[in-house]
């Protein structure tokens, strides 16, 4: 039997699924072959090459999952870092009256009317506790709305006016009723402005947010 058709007979000979008698052949010609040894010896080198290779590269792997676990793991730290973050900063604006009227800047007042003919001023509370009143407001902080509410508990729609430091009219006769509110957004940062309101007599609660 030539060479060549040993070689054809070697990868079963290798991977023993050949039959008994062509083992014998492939052996017999082998004993008299160094060219076929060679080539067998050959053969099995790149199989245990084959066969090595799942576990090289689960080495070479290795490093590189580990830096992926540890990748999720920093990810997964920061945001429960960030959701802890969020939720404190919540609970300060929340209950820190200064924090809060810092982000939420808010102002109210009781502006009792008892002539239809007349311009009641408003007076905002100065406080938290709404001991202490100004008769202006200073839009001292970016996070005004500059909105004027006249709030759902008021009876009846006011008209609102305002003036500025020379006793100039800014904003004139703005209707605004119960539950719904007016923008008065002209009004300049850090300037003082006068807030006067006409309406039926009664009691109004006025909110500047």
Not at 26 to 34: G, I, K, S, Y
Not at 35 to 52: A, F, G, N, V, W
Not at 76 to 94: E, G, K, P, R
Request: with cysteine; glycine share 2%; net charge positive.
């Amino acid at each position: 039997m030539n060479c060549n058709i040993i070689k054809d007979l070697l990868p079963s000979y290798i991977d023993d699924i050949c039959s008994e008698d062509t083992r014998k052949v492939v052996e017999e010609h082998l004993a008299q072959c160094e060219k076929c040894r060679l080539s067998l010896k050959r053969m099995q080198q790149q199989t245990d090459y084959i066969q090595q290779m799942p576990e090289e590269a689960k080495k070479a792997i290795s490093p590189f999952k580990k830096i992926n676990k540890k990748r999720r793991i920093q990810v997964f730290v920061a945001i429960v870092f960030t959701f802890i973050i969020t939720i404190i900063s919540m609970l300060i604006v929340q209950e820190v009256s200064a924090v809060n009227q810092i982000f939420f800047p808010k102002k109210s007042a009781i502006v009792v009317v008892d002539s239809m003919e007349v311009w009641e001023k408003i007076h905002f509370n100065d406080n938290d506790t709404g001991t202490k009143t100004k008769d202006y407001l200073i839009y001292n902080s970016i996070f005004w709305n500059k909105k004027i509410v006249n709030t759902a508990g008021s009876p009846s729609d006011i008209t609102l006016r305002v003036k500025d430091e020379d006793g100039n009219i800014v904003v004139d006769e703005l209707r605004v009723r119960p539950g719904t509110s007016v923008k008065v957004d002209s009004l300049k940062n850090n300037k003082k402005y006068y807030f006067e309101i006409k309406a039926q007599e009664g009691r109004f609660f006025i909110n500047a947010v």
